[in-house]
T-cell receptor, first 114, second 112 residues
Framework: DTGVSQDPRHKITKRGQNVTFRCDPI?????LYWYRQTLGQGPEFLTY????????KSRLLSDRFSAERPKGSFSTLEIQRTEQGDSAMYLC????????????FGNGTRLTVT | DAKTTQPPSMDCAEGRAANLPCNHS???????VYWYRQIHSQGPQYIIH???NNETNEMASLIITEDRKSSTLILPHATLRDTAVYYCIVRTLNSGYSTLTFGKGTMLLVSP
């Protein structure tokens, strides 16, 4: 399978704990995006990487959230001191450098904070 | 990015064509129309995109009106597996990058 891969698929954690998600984009894609989706809503943009550089962050990305893409390949999204409001599906997408290239999404990580 | 308006839900009989409308009356000249769908518990799946000409691929056809203020996604022979939320997105493309802004989409239910 050469699509976008996300791990884990599901994560249950207690409030206050830290969690980290991983995304492996399509191998030749330089652009990587993180989105968050809550129940009944469309996905919302969180942050964007061009290779290893994080070029844009949404105001939704609070100080408790940090994303990295150290070698321009896989990316991690960490949430510190999780809150119940962080419960959502976290989606990763990648695209090539062509400006009109569509984003290809993974199947997400479902986070439940109890 | 221009906003889009889609009906919240639609029904379609299996084997029939599903025609999903989208209004984007404020679209500007450098904005493309993209369609994605999301099947329950999966990530959004890219379907098709276009600027002003009609487009067709193995999944669907995209018909854009001449004034570009609206478009229709056509699934020619809907199957039960086409039941999903369909998102119409207007995307501004420039020399840099651009992301996708999702609305609530149209829930398409395909019935036997």
């Amino acid at each position: 399978d050469t699509g976008v891969s996300q791990d884990p698929r599901h994560k249950i954690t207690k409030r206050g704990q830290n969690v980290t998600f991983r995304c492996d984009p399509i191998s030749e894609h330089n652009r990587l995006y993180w989105y968050r989706q809550t129940l009944g809503q469309g996905p919302e943009f969180l942050t964007y990487f061009q290779n290893e550089a994080q070029l844009e962050k949404s105001r939704l990305l609070s100080d408790r959230f940090s994303a990295e893409r150290p070698k321009g390949s896989f990316s991690t999204l960490e949430i510190q001191r999780t809150e119940q409001g962080d419960s959502a599906m976290y989606l990763c997408a990648s695209s090539s450098d062509t400006s009109y290239s569509p984003l290809h999404f993974g199947n997400g990580t479902r986070l439940t904070v109890t | 990015d221009a906003k889009t308006t889609q009906p919240p839900s639609m029904d379609c009989a299996e084997g029939r064509a599903a025609n999903l409308p989208c209004n984007h009356s404020t679209i500007s000249g450098n904005e493309y129309v993209y369609w994605y769908r999301q099947i329950h518990s999966q990530g959004p799946q890219y379907i098709i995109h276009g600027l002003k000409n009609n487009e067709t691929n193995e999944m669907a056809s995209l018909i854009i009106t001449e004034d570009r203020k609206s478009s229709t996604l056509i699934l020619p022979h809907a199957t039960l597996r086409d039941t999903a939320v369909y998102y119409c997105i207007v995307r501004t493309l420039n020399s840099g990058y651009s992301t996708l802004t999702f609305g609530k989409g149209t829930m398409l239910l395909v019935s036997p």
